[in-house]
């Protein structure tokens, strides 16, 4: 793994580009202009909550001892967000069947990054507040890829996979564009807003997911487009659909549930 990294990050640097990247202690193996081990912690440890710190740090190349530049810009979390790192590295480690290191739980406390730019490019707080825009634009790449499936193309020919990249992408704004309608205007005139503090008494029901809203809304869009059933279908098949849509003698409202099957 640290040799793929380093590995990466020359290619980069070798091509006339910068990094930046998240900090792995095991991937990255740190020196100082002596070629001495660093001791990240050591220095992480200086930091203040909310206090971002930046530090002149050199790495070897993956195939010969040449020293190579960088640097580590970090921040301290708070202390809720502490809590919240080392909760979910002891999770992760519990599903992976590891013991985790008690070094692994205290860089949980920190976002630590290494990049190849210098400070006269940017500054530590930019360095990142940059980082932190990426990791957004990452997540909105992950929901194209994994609702919309943007990254699969039933095409081999070079037009034919622009127009359907062409057509996923509208899709994927019209989505956006309803998600965001839906946000600041309500038809009916009335917005349901939870008193603070409440949430939802039910697990894992008190966090909104934008993930799964924007999922929603894709659904929604893809049956006005193509409707789940036409009419043709609902007249092939109408005699299994009235059977299914029989009720009991005894309950004479309609099963909202079973016409959800059809519409």
């Not at 009916?188 to 008494?201: C, W």
Request: aromatic letters at 10%; a positive charge.
């Amino acid at each position: 793994r640290g040799y793929c990294q380093r590995k990466g990050i020359m290619h980069v640097v070798n091509n006339k580009g910068k990094v930046l990247v998240r900090f792995h202690s095991r991937a990255l193996p740190l020196y100082n202009r002596k070629g001495q081990q660093w001791a990240i912690l050591e220095h992480l440890r200086e930091l203040k909550e909310g206090e971002a710190g930046d530090w002149d740090v050199w790495f070897k190349e993956p195939d010969g001892e040449r020293l190579v530049k960088g640097r580590i810009c970090a921040l301290r979390k708070s202390k809720d967000a502490i809590e919240r790192s080392r909760k979910q590295a002891l999770k992760d480690a519990r599903r992976r069947g590891h013991k985790i290191k008690e070094e692994t739980l205290e860089h949980s406390e920190y976002i630590t990054l290494f990049t190849t730019t210098n400070r006269h490019e940017f500054n530590a707080e930019e360095i990142l507040s940059l980082y932190r825009g990426r990791w957004q634009i990452e997540r909105i790449f992950k929901r194209l890829k994994g609702i919309i499936g943007i990254g699969h193309l039933p095409k081999y020919e070079q037009e034919s996979c622009k127009a359907w990249v062409y057509g996923k992408m509208i899709v994927a704004l019209l989505v956006e564009r309803l998600y965001q309608e839906a946000e600041f205007f309500s038809h009916g005139g009335i917005r349901y807003e939870a008193p603070a503090g409440t949430g939802d008494s039910r697990k894992g029901r008190g966090n909104r997911s934008p993930c799964r809203e924007f999922e929603f809304w894709f659904m929604v869009v893809q049956h006005v487009i193509v409707p789940r059933i036409s009419i043709s279908q609902a007249l092939d098949d109408w005699h299994k659909i009235r059977n299914q849509l029989k009720e009991n003698n005894r309950e004479r409202k309609l099963q909202s549930e079973v016409l959800s099957r059809f519409i």
